[in-house]
């Protein structure tokens, strides 16, 4: 046999044999999203999407079935929303198992010709159902605390609302009445100084009469006082003089010589002197009796 021939012969072989595993590669997409967390009393939903080269496919069986964590499978089915998408829910009962449950999706298109499948892990946990009286509690005793903090402050507020009003009224009070005494005041001291400026012109012109009145006795009592020196003065220069002359003249009568001018000279001297103490006398006197 050929060499050539029947490496050709063998190579078609392969490729015959072959051809349907390469169309068998041709995998089924899916991928399953959801929540990782649920708790007990809620609705778990997931969604499902089958793709074929990347574009969403409706297949042409799909199945779901749920692993509970103790082994118990529970078959959900599947809702067709769109080409290629499905929601499947599982309602988590109250008394629920805590653990982890996992969704298992298989799916076949085209007589089988394509198939995948694809597993969703989630918890399922008590936890905070468990806590949520002490939660719930715990809220109401905030909520019951945060009401009677309100009361306070509103309470504060009208308090405080009150005490300006109050202040508010006293003060427009006393600035009243302060307005009142202020305006009074002013009233006193303006008739207090028109009663007082009348009364100094009163007083001056009082004033200006006694002075008057003063100076006009003062200057009588001086003229008369002069008068009177005058005539005292006269008088007893008149009595010293008289004396004095007589006795001038008896001495004109004697005859000796030279002694005449001396005696009269002596004489007149001691005239002068005495007039002199007379009217020095007659001035203290006078000044003694205008004092009594």
């Known amino acids: 046999m ?5 490496s050709i012969f ?15 590669s041709t995998d089924l997409g899916i991928s399953v999203d959801g929540g990782a967390l649920h708790f007990p ?11 074929v080269n990347g574009a969403l496919t409706t297949v042409d ?5 749920l692993y509970l964590p103790n082994g118990v499978t529970i078959s959900l089915t599947p809702t067709a929303v ?9 309602s988590v009962p109250d008394d629920a198992l805590t653990g982890f449950y996992a969704i298992v999706v298989n799916a076949s298109y085209s007589g089988g010709t394509f198939r995948g499948a694809a597993v969703k892990g989630f918890e399922v946990s008590a936890g905070l159902q468990g806590m949520q009286g002490n939660i719930l509690m715990a809220i109401g005793g ?7 903090i309100e009361s306070n402050v509103l309470s504060a507020l009208s308090s405080m609302n009150s005490l300006v009003s109050s202040v508010n ?3 427009s009070g006393q600035l009243t009445g302060i307005s009142g005494q202020v305006s009074s005041a002013q009233s006193n001291l303006s008739s207090s100084i028109s009663t007082l400026s009348t009364s100094v012109g009163s007083l001056g012109t009082t004033l200006q009469g006694a002075i008057t009145s003063s100076q006009s006795s003062i200057v009588n009592a001086i003229n008369q006082a002069t008068t009177n020196t005058q005539g005292s003065v006269t008088t007893a220069r008149d009595a010293i003089l008289t004396p004095i002359g007589q006795v001038k003249d008896q001495l004109n009568t004697i005859s000796v010589p030279g002694i005449s001018n001396v005696l009269t000279y002596e004489y007149a001297i001691l005239g002068i002197t005495i007039l002199t103490l007379l009217v ?4 203290i006197f006078l000044k003694r009796k205008q004092t009594s």
């Open 82 to 90: 769109g080409t290629g998408v499905y929601t499947v829910t599982y």
């Open 280 to 283: 020095a006398i007659a001035l």
């Open 169 to 171: 009224s006293s003060l």
């Open 10 to 24: 063998v190579l078609a072989l392969l490729l015959l044999v072959t051809a349907p595993a390469f169309a068998a």
């Open 41 to 51: 009393g809620e609705d778990a939903a997931f969604y499902v999407t089958t793709t």
């Open 61 to 65: 069986s799909i199945t779901t079935t």
């Open 2 to 6: 050929n060499r050539p021939l029947t």
């Open 142 to 148: 905030i909520s019951e605390q945060l009401s009677t």
